[in-house]
């Protein structure tokens, strides 16, 4: 672990990031020599400075020679301010280079000629130049130019016989020289040392990214496989179904001839009975039967839905009748409340009856003696009208705690339910399956002993039914207390439909949503709104999101507020290391969202009385 | 008494609904496979024909279609009969010239429902 007073380069970061303008901070390699140019120029005229005051130390009256000189270091110390209003980073590098290549040869001119002790600095040149300017060819030659041109000029002079000024003799300069070549060498090292820490980084975070990428795959196949897994599970149980329902139509449908042959001869009243009971169970085993097809059928996608206008009051007439027998089996007696003006609907009428069927044999088989009632209702809501079947019942109810699992495959609220009532636990399932393929859902209520009501909520047209199904979790209902939440959420998404559902769930939940399909503009557009959180997809054209997510953390208004990344491709660990805190795939689960949002902004925050604002939210266009 | 041909691969099914529509008044012939349903429906000259669609190598649909391009059988109404109650199975069912469409396990009211819908707008009847 580091321990806290290590020194590393990290902890001058801000310092350094406040004075690089954010375009420069967008692109890795650019921003970490920026870095390194504001390193330089921050430290290195301190260096050189050793030398100007050695100098004056020397010759306590100098000539315009070392004053030019001193000014000549003492102007680096502008650059970072320049970086900052210009962003103009190449041009000041080469303009720094060439101020140093300039400083160098003055101080030789000055001081020594040919054998100055400042010679030693000129090793320095490229090594800074070629920090600064990265692998660009062009700077690179004119850097290298510069040096030769410089050099060469000076050599000029000194071949014509030039008389080299003599302001300090030549042999008090030793001590300049053990000086220029310690600031030189310390320099060197420093700079060293500062890009050897860059990439020992760039290494670890490269063995990162790997990581990354490795597991990422791993998961991929995982994924894969798992769902190859589940379509062979869904194609074999669809087999099966239909090869286990060839031999029992024979038994359904001999039993039924020999019930008719017995009946109409009217003799033997116990092979009658008998009869019956073998009919009986082999139509429930074909139930069962249908309902496991049905169910594998929904998840290997295969499920159709038959679409046709129907007459409500039919629908309830027929659900009544088949009902009624399964009410009085057990004493309860069956109420129908019908609501003003049902009219027709437009929908699957034999899932739907498939669906309701279920709710009303379970309400009648956990009820004795007591009461079931079927209640159907049209209801006008803004998208359009929908449909509610609520059936409620007086029986066993269901446990607060097992309510949650009672829509899944093969489960019942208690293991002893299946003994004493029988059943396999997948009505439920596949009324909660069906529901949701018609583009709407069940809901329960129940109170343990008290009774439960199951309440089914449909689309009654069916080009809302699509549309439902389309936004499957916008349309779900609100939970409590949303109302009162005001934080903003910025969402950055190139996808409009991504956008409108994001604004739906959002505006719903109570947040304020930005919405911004330009990721280009995403950063400006955070700066100004200041959102609490920041969702962001990662494929989006222009910049992607992950260059964005670098840019709001390298943000310095920004970094601090937390980003939800939003992908098709599960690669978590990359967002989390590049700063999200939080990493969703999508089609995002509604209630996943919520529980992220929660956590990231607590609603104690939320609960501040902000400023009055609608709930319309504003939109960013490109 | 209206005569069906039941157009069907499987014994036990073949039987017992043979065996329930003759219970019901109706006089029944039997074929094992399209090829022998698409003959069997120029010889008998039935009331009616009951296809099974999911019948090997050739399906009922292909059988329908033979059928129905035969001017001497083109006017015998057919009811499909198919596992799946599939929208598209409907739809192919009408679109190959099916007066009707049923699933099984068969439903006896109902396809005496439907039987005697065809029986009694069946021309020359």
Known sequence: ?622 | MPKILLVEDNEMNRDMLGRRLKRHGFDLCFAVDAPSGIAMAGTELPDLILMDIALGEMDGWEATRRIKSNPATAEIPIIALTAHALASDRDKSVEVGCADFDTKPVDLPRLLGKINACLGTAPGK
């Open chain 1, 1 to 622: 672990m580091r321990s806290r007073l290590r020194l590393s380069p990290e902890m001058i970061y801000p310092l350094l990031d406040w004075f690089i303008p954010p375009a420069l901070k967008a692109e890795r390699g650019t921003h970490q020599r920026a870095r390194i140019f504001l390193v330089s120029h921050f430290f290195g005229p301190f260096l050189g400075h050793t030398i100007t005051v050695y100098l004056y130390w020397l010759d306590p009256h100098p000539s315009y020679g070392l004053w030019v000189l001193a000014s000549a270091i003492t102007i680096y110390w502008a650059f970072p301010w320049l970086l900052k209003r210009t962003g103009a980073f190449t041009t000041l590098s080469l303009i720094s280079v060439a101020n140093l290549v300039f400083m160098i040869l003055w101080g030789c001119y000055h001081y020594g000629g040919l054998s100055s002790p400042f010679v030693a600095w000129l090793v320095v040149v490229p090594l800074l130049a070629f920090l600064y300017l990265g692998p660009a060819l062009i700077p690179r030659l004119m850097v290298l130019g510069m040096i030769a041109g410089g050099v060469g000029i000076f050599y000029l002079f000194y071949a014509a016989g030039h008389s080299f000024p003599e302001h300090v003799p030549l042999h008090a300069l030793g001590g300049i020289g053990i000086v220029s070549t310690i600031s030189a060498a310390v320099y060197v090292s420093m700079m060293a040392l500062y890009y050897a820490n860059i990439v020992a980084n760039q290494s670890e975070l490269e063995r990162e990214v790997q990581n990354h990428r490795a597991t990422a795959i791993k998961l991929r196949e995982a994924k894969d496989e798992a769902e190859n897994a589940n379509l062979a599970k869904s194609e074999f149980l669809a087999k099966m179904s239909h090869e286990l329902r060839t031999p029992l139509n024979a038994v359904i449908g001999y039993s039924e001839m020999l019930l008719e042959d017995a009946e109409s001869e009217g003799g033997d009243t116990q092979a009658v009975e008998d009869l019956g009971k073998i009919n009986i169970s082999g139509k429930y085993l074909l139930s069962l039967i249908t309902d496991v097809l049905d169910l594998s059928k929904i998840e290997a996608g295969k499920m159709e839905l038959f679409n046709e206008r129907f007459d409500l009051d039919r629908l309830i007439d027929d659900l009544t009748a088949a009902a009624q027998p399964l009410c009085t089996r057990n004493g309860n007696r069956l109420v129908v409340e019908r609501g003003d003006g049902l009219g027709d609907a437009e929908g699957d009428i034999t899932k739907l009856r498939q669906a309701a069927l279920n709710l009303l044999s379970n309400a009648a088989k956990f009820t004795k003696d007591g009461e079931v009632t079927l209640s159907v209702a049209r209801e006008a809501t803004p998208g359009g009208d929908c449909l509610r079947i609520a059936v409620r019942d007086t029986g066993i109810g269901i446990a607060r705690e097992n309510l949650r699992k009672l829509f899944q495959n093969f489960s019942q609220a208690e293991a002893w339910l299946s003994n004493k009532y029988g059943g396999t636990g997948l009505g439920l399932a596949l009324t909660q399956k069906l529901c949701r393929l018609m583009g709407g859902d069940v809901m329960v209520e129940s109170e343990l002993g008290q009774g439960s009501c199951f309440t089914i909520r449909l689309p009654a047209s069916l080009a809302r039914a699509v549309q439902r199904r389309e936004l499957d979790w916008a349309a779900e209902p609100v939970q409590d207390g949303g109302a009162a939440r005001r934080d903003i959420i910025l969402v950055v998404d190139d996808d409009p439909a991504v956008l409108d559902l994001m604004q739906r769930v959002l505006v719903k939940e109570g947040f304020r949503p930005v919405l911004a399909d330009d990721p280009g503009k995403a950063v400006a557009l955070a700066r100004a709104v200041k959102p609490s959180v920041i969702v962001l997809d990662v494929l989006m054209p222009g910049m992607n999101g992950w260059e964005l997510l670098r840019a709001i953390k390298a943000d310095a208004e920004l970094d601090a507020v937390p980003v939800v990344m939003l992908t098709v491709v599960d690669d978590r660990r990359t967002g989390l290391a590049l700063g999200a805190v939080e990493h969703l795939v999508k089609p995002v689960d509604r209630d996943v969202l919520m529980r992220v949002l929660d956590r990231v902004c607590p609603r104690g925050k939320a609960d501040q009385p902000a400023e009055p604002t609608t709930s319309k939210p504003m939109v960013a266009n490109a």
